[in-house]
């Protein structure tokens, strides 16, 4: 979740530096509670706010073309880096288990 929030973080700052007016004409700490809230599950999730979902104000946030791009590669690159302690954890395990058993005999 902390990797989802820091990936959501540079999307907001290159937002920001666009001069984007959605994302100047609403608070931090709003954007940053939105944030924590709908980035928890998946980074992708944050596409809602481009979703115009009952057209709501705060769900139409114009995103540019490179933070499209920032936010697919990080919605494919996460499920990686989330997962490698993991199969890392499992690798070691497997070895650990599997081969000392066979020596052993």
């Known amino acids: 979740?902390?990797?989802?929030?820091?990936?959501?973080?540079v999307i907001m700052i290159h937002e920001i530096?666009?001069?984007?007016?959605w994302f100047k004409k609403r608070s931090t700490l709003s954007l940053s509670i939105i944030m924590i809230v709908l980035?928890?599950?998946d980074i992708y999730s944050w596409k809602l706010l481009d979703s115009n979902i009952a057209r709501l104000e705060i769900f139409d946030a114009p995103f540019?073309?490179?933070?499209k791009t920032i936010l697919s590669w990080c919605s494919a690159v996460h499920p990686f880096i989330k997962d490698l302690p993991n199969l890392i954890i499992q690798v070691c395990y497997y070895y650990k288990v599997f081969f000392f058993k066979k020596s052993t005999r």
Do not use: W
């Open 17 to 21: 530096s666009k001069n984007n007016e």
């Open 39 to 41: 980035t928890g599950p």
């Open 64 to 67: 540019s073309d490179e933070a």
């Open 1 to 9: 979740m902390c990797l989802n929030i820091a990936f959501i973080h």
